[in-house]
C-alpha cells in the first residue's frame, strides 16, 4: 500500500527554489533514504512531508495514515541536548500529538511509552535524567520518543550525525530492526551513502530536482552513485 505520494512537488524560499519538480511515492515498509549533497533539497523535503513547509505547487497525498501520526527525529541541537528531564519523560512526551485537548497523559499513554522505551533497549535509564546521557542514549530516548507519535512511519533527519562508529553502527542497526521486525515505514536524510545503500531498499536522490528514485540496486548502477562514491562515472 502507498503512504504517500508526491508528484510534481516545488518549494521556494523567497525566489530561491529548493525543490524542483520532485515526484515520489512511499510503500507501507519501505526504507527510503533521501541523499544528495548539502544545499540539494533533503529538508526542505522533509518540511513539506511534515506539514512544516506548503509546497509552492505540487501535491502531497496521505493513504492510510495522517500527517499528524508520522514519528519525526530532527537533528539535535544544544538545547535539546541540555533538556533537564527524565528519560521516561522525554518519551512520554511523544504521545502528545495523540492527545487532543486533554493536557493529561493517561494510562495507555504510559504503557505506550515504556514499550517503546524497553523496544529500544533503554529500560535501564527510564529514571535518568536526559542530559546525562551519552550522545548515542539520547538519541535512542529521541527514537523512542518519536515511536510515540506513531506505529507506521518514522522521519529521521541525519539520526547518526555526530555519534562515534560503534554507536553510529548500532544505531543503524536498531533503525532497521524497527523497520524489518516491527514493520515501521522509514524515511531518512543521510550523507551516508554507503550505509544507505546497505540499509534501505529504496533511494531518492536529491539535487534541487530528483536525480534518481528508485531500488537500491538500479541506484547501485547510476553514474551519479559511482559519483558519490569516488568512482569513475564512465565504468
Known amino acids: 500500500m502507498t503512504l504517500i505520494k508526491c508528484e510534481n512537488l516545488n518549494f521556494y524560499y523567497d525566489k530561491h527554489q529548493a525543490v524542483k519538480n520532485v515526484s515520489f511515492s512511499v510503500n507501507e515498509g519501505d526504507y527510503l533514504c533521501i541523499v544528495g549533497e548539502n544545499g540539494s ?50 518519551v512520554l512526551s511523544g504521545c502528545i500529538g495523540s492527545k487532543g485537548i486533554s493536557p493529561f497523559y493517561g494510562r495507555k499513554d504510559k504503557q505506550k511509552a515504556r514499550e517503546n522505551i524497553y523496544k529500544l533497549g533503554i529500560e535501564n535509564l527510564s529514571k535518568t535524567s536526559y542530559r546525562d546521557l551519552s550522545g548515542g542514549q539520547q538519541q535512542r530516548v529521541l527514537l523512542a520518543r518519536a515511536l510515540c507519535a506513531t506505529e507506521k512511519l518514522l522521519l529521521l533527519d541525519e539520526p547518526v550525525s555526530g555519534l562515534d562508529p560503534v554507536v553510529t553502527s548500532e544505531l543503524y542497526q536498531l533503525i532497521e530492526k524497527l523497520n524489518k521486525k516491527h514493520g515501521v515505514t522509514i524515511i531518512m536524510i543521510s550523507h551516508d551513502i554507503l550505509s544507505s545503500v546497505k540499509y534501505a531498499n529504496v533511494i531518492l536522490h536529491m ?4 536525480k534518481f528514485f528508485g531500488t537500491v540496486k538500479e541506484y547501485k548502477e547510476t553514474k551519479v552513485f559511482k559519483r558519490m562514491i569516488g568512482g569513475n562515472e564512465n565504468d
Not at 512531508?49 to 509546497?55: D, I, V, Y
Not at 527525529?73 to 522525554?90: G, K, Y
Not at 539535487?207 to 530528483?210: C, F, G, K, R
Open 207 to 210: 539535487d534541487t530536482s530528483s
Open 41 to 90: 533539497g533533503k529538508s526542505t523535503l522533509l518540511k513539506g512531508l511534515l506539514g512544516l513547509k506548503s509546497p509552492s505547487s505540487g501535491s502531497i497525498s496521505f493513504s492510510g495514515i495522517k500527517q499528524t501520526q508520522i514519528g519525526y527525529l530532527p537533528q539535535q541541537n544544544p538545547v535539546q541536548q541540555d533538556f533537564p528531564a527524565s528519560v521516561f519523560e522525554v
